[in-house]
């Protein structure tokens, strides 16, 4: 397969010097079928019309091609471009009429399960429950469709996301105090690289045919033509594959950092530890994926993988209980098809019930069933002890407004205010995340100290400060 790939690059490189100096115009004049068979002998017909130019033009993407599934599938480059009817990012091209940005809607020709599964995912949805939500509610509020482009045109989520003071925007309360929240002079643009780059941004063509929101693959990306997420976010173009999938590094580009270090925790966990000494010599790419391949898990084992008996799912909600992330710790929420998912949040303790089933058959794998519910009713008590500490937390500022210790008009600026979002938000998360995935340090040190002792002492000691100056 390298040989004859190498070798017919060599060909290749040939006729297309012989050929770019007659033509370099249309798509008309290019080699006829024969001489496309022999230039390009890993994917025969005219499909290769796109590969002969970019076999130049942008080599990294053919080579990258060339060593993935879909090259020995026959799986085309005008497989996944061609633009599907009605996708507002057709443009024309030498000929074709392509996308650039080939959506879920044109892997799921060939994959209808695992987008249909990815579709009711929160990473799906995440755009929206994440920097969007202020658009998404304003949308559904008007009574338009949030995933329209018209919709987008007018109300400009990017816009709304970067003005608005919210705990979603947590320097939002600063930036107001200090003036800069409104100033049309700053960019705001941490939000355009740093929640959209994880959480996807809402690609719009605009009424000249420019596309905004691009480059971008964030997991939850809202596509031109309606659809939802973004496949590169873990199969990377060209490649498109399941040993990048399944390896802790691509989810970690996401999952790591103060509010929910998912890489951090894993990479100090056993089961990181045995990745780190002895992964490289795992069978990354079996089609059967299961205890023969691997000695521990990795993060897709647990909550994606096919692995022995246990099915894969492209929704990574399917195999857990809690909501470790929200204020209040509760069981899985209701998905996409079932509530309006962003506004509404629906405690779904059957489904919860069933994640934890579900990701029990992942560890009964390689441990007897004891070792694995002895480590979930440790883990269970972590989260309820937490939700104990936060119920004091909210409480204490509840009274401390009342009181007139704090004032509530600008939620995100005064040091109680601060320390009450870094408990929930950072350390909180730590220490339940951390609990969940046998991470030491993260339940401990990152999260229960950082909680306790840290944030919820100095808030204690605000609050006590204020209170004596006030009876002074
Ligand atoms: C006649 C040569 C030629 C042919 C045929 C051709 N392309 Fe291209 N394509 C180019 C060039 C040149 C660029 C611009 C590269 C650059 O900007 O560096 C490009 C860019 C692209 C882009 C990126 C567009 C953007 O705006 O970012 C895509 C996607 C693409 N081509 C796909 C295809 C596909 C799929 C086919 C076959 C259906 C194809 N091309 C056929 C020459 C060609
Ligand atoms: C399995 C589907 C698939 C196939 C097959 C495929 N592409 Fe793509 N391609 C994509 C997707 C998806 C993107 C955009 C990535 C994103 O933004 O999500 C892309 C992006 C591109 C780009 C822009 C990349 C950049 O970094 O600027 C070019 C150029 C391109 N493809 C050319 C090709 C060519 C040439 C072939 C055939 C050798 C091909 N593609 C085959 C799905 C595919
Ligand atoms: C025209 C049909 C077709 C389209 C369109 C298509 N694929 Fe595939 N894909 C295949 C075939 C065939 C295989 C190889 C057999 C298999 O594993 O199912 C494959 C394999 C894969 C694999 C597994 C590769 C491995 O390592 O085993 C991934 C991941 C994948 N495709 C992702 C995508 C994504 C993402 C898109 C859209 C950007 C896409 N495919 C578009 C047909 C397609
Ligand atoms: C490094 C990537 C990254 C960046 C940057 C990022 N997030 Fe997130 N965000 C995540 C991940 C991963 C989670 C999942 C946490 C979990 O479930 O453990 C998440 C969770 C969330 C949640 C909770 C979702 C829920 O189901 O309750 C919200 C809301 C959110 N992010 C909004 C934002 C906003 C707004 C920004 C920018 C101000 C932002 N995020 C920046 C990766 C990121
Ligand atoms: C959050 C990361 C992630 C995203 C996003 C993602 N995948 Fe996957 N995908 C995986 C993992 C992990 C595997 C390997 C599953 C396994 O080990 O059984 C996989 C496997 C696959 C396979 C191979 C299935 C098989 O049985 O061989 C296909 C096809 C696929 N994905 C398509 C897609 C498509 C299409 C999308 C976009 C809708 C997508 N994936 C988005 C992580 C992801
Ligand atoms: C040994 C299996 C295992 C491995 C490996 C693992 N996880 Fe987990 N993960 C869990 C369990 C168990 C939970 C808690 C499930 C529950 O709520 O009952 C969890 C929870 C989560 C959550 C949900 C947090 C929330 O907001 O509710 C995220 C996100 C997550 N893991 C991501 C990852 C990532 C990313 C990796 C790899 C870096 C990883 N996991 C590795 C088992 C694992
Ligand atoms: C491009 C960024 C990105 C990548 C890559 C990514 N995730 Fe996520 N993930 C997120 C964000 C953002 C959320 C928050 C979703 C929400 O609650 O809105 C999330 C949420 C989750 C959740 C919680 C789902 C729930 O229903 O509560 C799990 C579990 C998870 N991811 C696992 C993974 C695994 C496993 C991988 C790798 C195979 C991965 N993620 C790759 C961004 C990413
Ligand atoms: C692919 C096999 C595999 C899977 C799946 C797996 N583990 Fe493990 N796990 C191991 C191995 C191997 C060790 C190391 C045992 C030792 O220390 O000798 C380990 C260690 C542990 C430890 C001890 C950690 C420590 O710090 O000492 C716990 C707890 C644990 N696993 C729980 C789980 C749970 C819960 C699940 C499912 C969510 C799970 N494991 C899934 C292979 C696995």
């Not at 443009?91 to 599964?117: L, M």
């Not at 600026?413 to 938000?425: A, G, M, P």
Request: hydrophobic share 30%.
């Amino acid at each position: 397969m390298k040989i004859s790939f190498q070798f017919s690059l060599l060909l290749c490189s040939i006729l297309i010097i012989l050929f770019s100096c007659s033509n370099r115009e249309g798509f008309s004049e290019l080699p006829d079928q024969e001489d496309v068979e022999v230039m390009v002998t890993y994917e025969p017909n005219l499909k290769d019309a796109c590969i002969a130019c970019h076999i130049t033009e942008t080599p990294g993407v053919v080579e990258t091609y060339a060593k993935s599934e879909h090259n020995p599938s026959k799986v085309s480059c005008r497989a996944c471009h061609v633009a599907q009817e009605g996708d507002p990012t057709a443009q024309s091209h030498n000929g074709f009429t392509i996308t650039k940005v080939p959506s879920p809607n044109y892997c799921a020709v060939c994959h209808p399960q695992e987008v249909a599964q990815n579709n009711n995912s929160k990473h799906a949805w995440t755009a929206f429950i994440g920097q969007y939500k202020p658009y998404y509610a304003e949308a559904r509020k008007l009574g338009l469709d949030p995933l329209a482009q018209e919709t987008a045109k007018l109300l400009d989520p990017e816009k709304m996301a970067k003005t608005v003071l919210s705990p979603l925007v947590p320097d939002s309360g600063i930036l107001k105090r200090i003036g800069l929240l409104d100033d049309p002079e700053y960019h705001h643009n941490n939000v355009t690289l740093g929640c959209s780059a994880c959480h996807g941004t809402f690609v719009i063509v605009e009424d000249d045919g420019s596309i905004t929101g691009l480059p971008n693959v964030g997991v939850g990306r809202v596509n031109a033509d309606g659809s939802l997420g973004s496949c590169s976010s873990c199969h990377t173009r060209h490649l498109y594959s399941k040993e990048e999938a399944r390896k802790p590094e691509t989810c970690g580009q996401c999952h790591l950092g103060p509010d929910h270090p998912q890489h951090e925790i894993y990479s100090e966990s056993k089961h990181g530890n045995i990745y780190g000494a002895v992964g490289e010599t795992w069978n990354w790419d079996a089609d059967d994926w299961g205890p023969d391949d691997i000695d521990a898990p990795t993060c897709s084992t647990c909550h994606m993988s096919q692995f022995g008996p246990v099915e894969a799912t492209h929704n990574v909600g399917d195999r857990l209980y809690w909501e470790l992330q929200p204020k209040t710790s509760v069981p899985q929420w209701k998905g996409p098809d079932e509530v309006d998912f962003v506004l509404e949040r629906v405690p779904d303790p059957e489904q919860a019930a069933s994640g934890r089933k579900e990701m029990l058959a992942v560890c009964t794998q390689c441990h007897s069933t004891n070792w694995a519910e002895g480590h979930f009713r440790e883990f269970d008590m972590v989260v309820e002890d937490y939700n104990k500490v936060w119920s004091y937390t909210d409480n204490l500022l509840m009274e401390a407004y009342e009181k007139g210790l704090v004032s509530k008009d600008n939620p995100l600026d005064e040091t109680s205010e601060i320390y009450h979002y870094l408990i929930w938000h950072h350390s909180g998360r730590r220490w339940r995340m951390g609990a969940s995935m046998m991470g030491p340090d993260y339940t401990h040190w990152n999260g229960a100290i950082d909680t306790n002792m840290r944030y919820l002492g100095l808030m204690i000691n605000d609050l006590e400060l204020r209170e004596m100056i006030k009876n002074k």
